[in-house]
């Protein structure tokens, strides 16, 4: 049986505004690095990539103008992106949670069945996430894992109390992986789990997509 799922958006589509322009103490800590997670280092080099692949799929879009200047923030919104995914990857960790590679492609044949099609998919990832085609599976990976680590935590996404539960346990990895942006992009805050005063709310901003069924005997 397939059951519809509210599971929360990465990277909201929202216009950003306000992003703070800090002193330049500490930015030179590490140098190169756009932020380190647990230990591990986020290259501007690779930020920058994934933001260029974006604006390129922008600027082939018939809506070019409107895509580009409604994201003005976009290497913050990926920056914040790719952290976040660090943290539910945590935080699934910890609660014993994994994606299969099926799980991940099931997800995509729900959502663009659900946008009416695969190239409809691609052009909503785009306008709504801020995420270019060679993403969206990284992305609808957080649609798989989010659910998921709700049911091992015993709760669901689709109440209040399930979301304060999955919050608790996605501040608690965001604690635990010491995260440190450069100042160039912000300060990362673990209890609301967003990049300074960037908003990309995860649970407030939902989906729909249906969940595929889950594998029996996994």
């Known amino acids: 049986m397939h ?34 997670v647990g230990g591990d280092r986020i290259e501007v080099s690779t930020l920058q990539a994934q933001v260029a692949d ?56 729900a959502a663009a069945a659900q946008s009416g099609g695969d190239k409809q998919l691609q052009e909503m990832m785009l306008q709504q996430r801020w995420v270019a085609p060679g993403q969206i599976e990284s992305n609808l990976r957080r649609e798989v894992q989010l659910p998921k680590l709700a049911q091992a935590l015993g709760t669901d996404l689709s109440s209040p109390d399930g979301q304060k539960v999955v919050g608790q346990a996605l501040a608690k990895a965001s604690k635990a992986l010491d995260i440190d942006v450069n100042p160039r992009f912000g300060v990362w805050d673990d209890e609301q789990i967003q990049l300074g005063n960037y908003k990309a709310p995860w649970i407030t901003q939902v989906t729909e997509f249906e969940q595929p069924a889950p594998e029996t005997g996994a």
């Open 54 to 109: 974006v604006r390129s799929a922008q600027e082939s879009s018939a809506q070019s103008a409107e895509l580009v200047k409604g994201s003005g923030q976009l290497s913050r919104a990926t920056l914040h992106g790719i952290i976040f995914g660090r943290i539910l990857d945590r935080a699934s960790k910890d609660a014993g949670v994994t994606v299969s590679r099926k799980e991940i492609q099931e997800m995509r044949l």
């Open 3 to 36: 059951r519809r799922r509210r599971t929360a958006l990465s990277v909201s589509a929202a216009l950003l505004v306000g992003v703070p322009l800090l002193s330049a103490c500490g930015s030179e800590a590490h140098p190169g690095a756009a932020a380190l």
